[in-house]
Each structure stands twice: as C-alpha cells, then as structure tokens.
C-alpha cells in the first residue's frame, strides 16, 4: 500500500480479538456524521423508521432536548417523540440506559430522568439507571440502535448541549436547551448498517439484563433497513471492529481492549497520526505517542485539544495532567514533529470550540471513533465502546479514512475537504496542511502551556480525579471487616493502615482542594451558616427543618447532605434530633408514596433492584430496613417507596429506619465535626482531629453494622 508514494507495509491482519478488539463484523453501510446537527437528525428519522426496538445507552440523557430544530432552537422533545412513537408503532419497544450519575453533575444533567422517562411515558417506554459499576466509575458508553440493524457509536449523548451546526459560530440562535444558550460544540459520531449493528445489540442486551434482570429477544426483521435516506454513506460493505473497555467487576474480567487497539495503531503509524479528544492524560497513550516522536523516522503527530477544560476544578487537575503529559511529548519531540492545537474562530473572544471527540486516524490506514478518551478512566476504569475500521491494502476503506480526515481539517481551517486533500498530497506533511490554509476566521490554534499548577504538581492527581483501575465497594468494605465477605486473615496489618492513611490523604486533598480553590470564596461553612441562620433563627425552625427533608425525600435528594447540612446549621445535639425527625418523615413520605402507587409503578421506578429488595424487606421486616440503610444499597427514596410498595408493617419499617439510620447521622455529625475544624483552621493538630473523627465515625458503623449482620444470621 502506498500513500504519497511513501511505502506502508500491511503486515499480519491488525485487529485480534481478545487483545484489541471484542468482534469483528461485516457493515453494509458506514457514514460519519460531523457535529451535533448531522447526528441528531440521522438519529430521528431512523427512530422512524423503527419497527421493533430502539435501544439508547448514554452517560447522560435529557428528554427535553430537541432533535430537529427551528429557527429558534425549537422542536419537538425526545421525551414526547420516544413517547410519540411507541404510541404510533405497536410493536416498538423503546429501551433508555443512562448512567446513575453521581451527585457531582447535579447542576448539569436533568435531575429527575427517572421520572421524565419512567413514570411519565408509554408503558413499551421502558427505563433504566445504570449502577452495574465498581465506586467511582461510570457508564460512558453512547450507543444508540434501531431494530438491531442500525448503530451509532461516538462521543455524544442525547442530552443538552451538545447540537450544534459545523460553522461552530459564536451566536446560533438555534444551540439553545431548556431556556440557555452555550457555547460551540464539535464531536463525531459513526453510523453502521448490517452485521456490525447486530453484534453491538448483543452488548446493549447484556448491559440491559445486567442492570434490570431482564432478559431480550433479538429483533429478526425483514426488509428495507431504517438507514436515513438522506445520508449518504461514506463507505460500503467493509469490516469494522468493536472495542471496548470494562472495569473488573463482581467476577467479571478488565478488558483493555480499547487501549491495546492505541497502543498498537500508534507503534504502527509511520506517516502521521491524527488524534482529536477531549482528554489527554493517559500514561500509557502518552507513552506510546514519546515513543513514536523519538523515532528518527517516526510519524508526525497533530493533536487536537480543548483549549480548556470544563470549569476551574477540571482545570485545575485533568489540566495539569493533561499539561504534564503535553510537556512529556514536546521533550521527546527531539525532530520537529509534533504540533498540538485547538480549533478556533473569530468573533468567539471568551467562548471556545468545546472539542468533545474521540477519534484516532493514523496513514490514512486506520481509524476509531467512540465514547473513550485518551485518559485513565477510559482505558480501563469506565465502560467504553468504540468502532474501529483498518484498510489493510483495501482501496475503499483507505479512501474513506482519508475522507473523514479532510472533512475534519476543512472544518477546523474554514476550508473545503477537496482543497485539504491536494494540499496533502503536494506536501505529504499534515503539519504543512495547518500552515497554509490556517484562516483568519477558522483556524488551528497552538495549544498554549497551562498555568502554574505547581500545587497539583506536587500530588498524584491520577490516582483521585484519572485512575486507572477501579476499587470496588464491597471489596473496600470487606478489606476493612464493613463488608458482608470472609476477612482475609493473610492481609498484613500494616498494609491496611497504609490504605486507609491513602484514603484519610484523599480526604485532606479533598478539604485543601476546598479550602485554596474558588470555591470557598461563596461556597464556604461561614457563609453557608449564614444562608442556614434564617432557618435557624425563625420561629418556626423545626416545622420548616422537617418540611424541607419531606419535600427533599420526595424529589429524590440525597438524605446524606441535608443530614451534613442539618449538622453545620445546629451542632450535634439539634442536629442529631433534626436530622433523625426529619429523616424518619422523609421515610413515611415515600413510604406512603409507595403504598399508593403500587408495586407495578415502583417497580417501574427501581427496576429489579426493586424486586430484590422486596423480597428481602417482605422477609425480614425491620432487621432488612435497618441494614439496607446501614449499607446503603439504593437511594433513601427508593427504599421508601419500596418498603411501602411492598406492604410491610408501618412499625418494622420506622423501628429498621431509626435502627439503621441513627447510627449513620451520628457517625456523620462526629465526622462533620472534626472536618469542619479542619476546614474553617486547617493545620495539623486539625486534620488529626479530623481523622479521629472520621476513626470514630467509621467505628461507630462498623459496631452496629456487626450487630445487626449478627442478629440477621442469627435469625436465619
């Protein structure tokens, strides 16, 4: 195979499976869609052309986004169009798979999915919160497939802020989700038609069985497939490879198989390497990419980058690692070869082109696009999906890959795909390309150094904010004797205490962090205080105290914080008395809640984390109740509503929740203590104080965890 008459050897078949890909599938068709706009509209008019299932897995989901949009930034809503078509097409069933987010993206994700999608649609609507992960870790996955023989697999979810047209303008009138405009967006998504869709339906099955319990036939449909019509595809009966990356998990095995597809497409690449990602923090991927650059006769290497990351925390860690790394590359780059930048326009002035993409073209021979970034996480901590075609020698393919390649750079330079392609040609450099049609409206700008970041320097910020592999819940309880597993008398006793001093460090970066960063000049304990001294101070503290924990039990917000915040605002006997009053009403709330929808609609709800508990709760009453909120295996509405679907007693269920939830609010309140000292005068005699506060707290779940797991086996 040759390209710009330089010879690239084709060498053994690139893809294998169980090292660097999962399978390897035939696809009809293959189109790349560009940008937000392209994706949405595709995705649409295939849902339409539906007959028997759309499955969707997403970190992150928004039914209130619009699909196809007016002027104005106008149309119908996805959860009224999912809603729309399962009541027009009788034998659609539609399946939603969204992360069970962490309170962390509270402010950015529509709060309440479960109830957008569970309660308020079309009974073959059918929805799900993905939990089925160690601690820590997400589902990232962003697939979406139509009657088993369509995909699309890249880096955007259907949920807001992400539509945007390619001009990438400043001002778009139409890049506008419930009520707020943002800023420009670029991301690439693939779409396939064939074998290739069928084989990933077998992995949206198993993810789905894995986290609900049920088990889906595959589609068999005959005729006309749902390809938009209005999409031409980019490529025609190819090969394509599925990889993926998964966590080890409750006796499941770590599959890296997206990082070994890198690591060896980089160690392959002799021409150039093109990469576009939102991170780059990867140690092994970094390492890959100096060893490519300290070749004599190595690759040159484009890297496109956000020019930020999203907010001041992400900045301040995932930046400085990524600018750690990129300082790594440009010591190795010992023969010019290496250019990193971000896209840019005129007229954005303090907005910036949000590149959010995850793709990889290396010699017009290889390419991937998917859900994982060139980060830790993504390589082995969260769930990962990606596509991958290799040309091996086949002209089509080669062509197809250099397609996607020239469209992206006329894009980011404002020029047209066939000028890119001749510029290549002539130069044989992509770096050349850059150079000279870089625009004064669309351009590639250079990456500038991060600011001083010499305080994260100094700490191993890939362990907390980018690991690499994950630590499981329940085997992080059992290590410590919390857990319900056989304790490992082998472990050495010293080896635990460095563990938990690991994990005593994380809290006092965590409290630095708060303490040093913006954070703390509006989000602080005195000014939260002063927030809480209007309740504090009114007439009538208590009635308002315990209102808010009903109507905050009711809307599904963790009981936890108002607990915390319940502490800060009245010290530890009020707060004590408060937090337990009103966590004991929160419960009859949802316990009532649940009585009265039923256990067809809860279960609905919660799935078949909804079954199992109860049948638990229904077998053991109050010992069940207080050791699920001892051991917190589902959020404290969802045990509510569970209990009184389930019909147990109303006297079991206030005795298990004062029995299991006492004991965590006073751990709680001991912790607060000591964390709050710390925070408001942080030096050493503090953070003591805050360990042994944290000791205690822990100690104080452990004893009646103990108890109760005790009295349980003792019961039978």
């Keep these: 195979m040759k390209i710009n008459g330089n010879q690239v050897e084709r060498g053994e078949m690139f893809f294998r499976k169980e090292h660097n890909c999962w399978e390897i599938a035939q696809a009809e068709k293959i189109a790349f869609l560009i940008d937000g706009e392209n994706y949405f509209r595709a995705f649409a008019e295939a849902c339409e052309a539906a007959r028997n299932n759309i499955f969707i897995l997403g970190w992150d989901i928004d039914s209130r986004i619009a699909l196809r ?20 097409k009788k034998q659609l069933n539609i399946y939603i798979l969204d992360w069970d987010f962490v309170m962390f993206y509270v402010f950015t994700r529509e709060i309440l999915p479960v109830l957008s999608f569970g309660w308020k649609t079309h009974r073959r609507v059918h929805f799900a919160l993905d939990d089925d992960h160690p601690l820590g870790a997400s589902h990232h996955q962003k697939i979406a497939l139509i009657d088993d023989r369509l995909a ?34 670029h991301d690439v998504q693939i779409m396939v038609e064939g074998e290739a869709a069928a084989k990933l339906s077998i992995l949206a099955r198993h993810r789905w069985e894995r986290v609900t319990g049920d088990r889906l036939r595959n589609a068999i449909i005959e005729g006309e497939g749902p390809w938009p019509e209005r999409f031409s595809p980019d490529l025609e009966n190819a090969e394509v490879a599925i990889l993926r990356t998964m966590p080890e998990y409750e006796g499941d095995p770590e599959i890296r198989e997206i990082e070994n597809f890198y690591i060896d497409a980089i160690d392959r690449a002799r021409l150039y390497i093109y990469i576009e990602n939102q991170y780059l923090t990867s140690l092994r991927i970094g390492a890959a990419l100096e060893k490519a650059l300290g070749q004599k006769e190595g690759p ?11 907010g001041w925390l992400e900045e301040g860690t995932i930046g400085a690692l990524r600018g750690r790394l990129l300082d790594n590359l440009k010591k190795a780059d010992r023969y010019g070869r290496l250019k990193i930048c971000y896209p840019d326009r005129k007229g954005l002035q303090s907005e910036f082109i949000r590149l959010h993409s995850k793709l990889y073209i290396a010699d017009d021979e290889v390419a991937t696009i998917g859900s994982a970034n060139l980060n830790n996480r993504s390589m082995g901590f969260d769930t990962e999906c990606n596509l991958a075609l290799f040309a091996g020698g086949e002209k089509k393919t080669a062509e197809a890959i250099a397609g996607l390649r020239n469209r992206l750079l006329a894009e980011h330079l404002g020029s047209e795909p066939e000028i890119v392609a001749d510029c290549y040609r002539k130069t044989g450099s992509l770096l050349s390309v850059v150079e000279k049609l870089n625009k004064e409206d669309r ?3 250079e990456l500038p150094d991060p600011e001083d970041s010499s305080f994260m320097e100094t700490l191993p910020a890939h362990m907390i904010v980018d690991p690499e592999s994950p630590v499981g819940i ?60 209007y309740v504090r101070e009114s007439s009538f503290t208590i009635v308002i105290v315990l209102f808010i924990y009903v109507i905050g039990s009711c809307l599904f917000f ?12 009245f010290g530890p006997l009020m707060g004590l008395t408060l937090a337990l009053g009103g966590s004991i009403l929160g419960g009859l709330a949802g316990y009532a809640a649940g009585r009265r929808l039923g256990r067809d609609r809860v279960r609905k709800l919660a799935s078949d984390r909804a079954n199992r508990m109860s049948r638990r709760l229904a077998k053991h009453g109050w010992l069940s109740v207080a050791l699920i909120r001892i051991v917190p295996i589902a959020p404290f509405t969802t045990v509510n509503l569970v209990a009184g679907s389930s019909r147990i007693p109303i006297w079991p269920f206030l005795i298990g929740t004062v029995a299991g939830m006492g004991p965590g609010i006073i751990a709680i309140i001991v912790f607060e203590r000591g964390v709050q000292t710390a925070i408001n005068n942080p030096n050493w005699w503090n953070w003591i104080v805050a360990a042994a506060a944290l000791v205690c707290g822990a100690l104080i779940l452990f004893l009646v965890k103990y108890w109760l797991v005790r009295l349980e086996k003792k019961n039978g």
């Design 300 to 310: 040159e290497v484009l890297l496109l980058l956000p020019l930020k990351c999203s």
């Design 152 to 185: 699309f697999i890249g880096g955007m979810d259907l949920t807001s802020h992400r539509w945007d047209t390619s001009d990438h303008m400043s001002e778009n009138h139409r890049r506008i989700d419930n009520g707020s405009a943002y800023g420009p967006y």
């Design 443 to 445: 351009f590639l700008q």
């Design 69 to 88: 949009r007016d002027g104005n930034g106008k149309g119908e809503m996805l959860g009224i169009f999912l809603n729309r078509l399962a009541r027009q």
């Design 558 to 569: 963790p009981v936890t914080v108002l607990i915390v915040l319940t502490a800060f605002a």
């Design 474 to 533: 329940t085997g992080l309880l059992d290590y410590f004797g919390f857990g319900t597993g056989r304790r490992d008398a082998k472990v050495d006793a010293k080896q635990k205490v460095l563990v938990f001093a690991s994990l005593f460090f994380l809290v006092l970066i965590l409290i630095m962090i708060w303490h040093w960063s913006p954070l703390n000049l509006w989000l602080n304990v005195e000014n939260l205080l002063v927030a809480l001294d």
